[in-house]
């Protein structure tokens, strides 16, 4: 605290300033945390740094459609990475935006993968029922080609019980992550794992529509 003598910082920078990027869409200053990380490969190929740990250079954008559009539009990407062979044609909104939506898609199927391995998921019919009775569901992720019943059985559960559904990839992908053939249902028990997926899919909505 202040007083007893103890040095001033030398700067007023805040410890954040580290962390801060900007976004080359919008040009505004963000936690890196919070934004997208593109990386550029040898061959000069733009892809996604899933968990901002690639070695190199970066250019950062926010989760916004908006931010992508305005960074296609001002040729933003070619100049955050200066000397390295472009792709040509430069990539497109389209492409940028399905190269984030499958970035965020693989960290949704990892979280519930690892969810299973800590024990903050649970599948199968008996199970997920024991769950939801015991209150212990904080979140529902369904799978998009679900069975109409079983569809409208979560939803009237969504409705009466307030519980957070999301339809998110096939039976077979969500079993893949619990470990089984197929997977209509997963149940998330940890709330903070939930809110995680949340905000993966708060991200994906934000880069899918047009603000
Ligand atoms: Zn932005």
Request: hydrophobic letters at 45%.
């Amino acid at each position: 605290m202040a007083g007893r003598g103890r040095r001033a910082p030398r700067t007023a920078a805040p410890k954040l300033e580290g962390a801060a990027r900007m976004c080359i869409g919008c040009r505004g200053s963000f936690l890196r945390d919070t934004l997208i990380r593109i990386i550029r490969g040898p061959a000069g190929e733009i892809g996604v740094d899933r968990y901002l740990k690639a070695p190199g250079r970066g250019a950062h954008l926010c989760y916004s459609r908006g931010c992508i559009e305005a960074a296609v539009k001002r040729k933003a990407i070619g100049r955050a990475f200066p000397g390295v062979p472009g792709p040509n044609p430069p990539p497109d909104v389209d492409t940028l935006v399905s190269q984030v939506v499958d970035a965020i898609d693989a960290r949704i199927r990892d979280a519930l993968t690892l969810g299973r391995l800590r024990g903050l998921v649970t599948s199968g019919a008996d199970a997920l029922d024991g769950a939801f009775t015991a209150g212990r569901l904080a979140l529902v992720v369904l799978a998009t080609d679900t069975a109409e019943n079983s569809a409208h059985r979560w939803a009237a559960r969504e409705k009466a019980a307030e519980l957070p559904l999301v339809h998110f990839s096939t039976a077979a992908e969500l079993g893949r992550t619990q470990g089984a053939e197929t997977r209509i249902a997963v149940g998330v028990t940890d709330a903070a794992l939930a809110q995680t997926i949340l905000s993966e899919f708060e991200r994906r909505s934000r880069v899918l529509v047009a603000s």
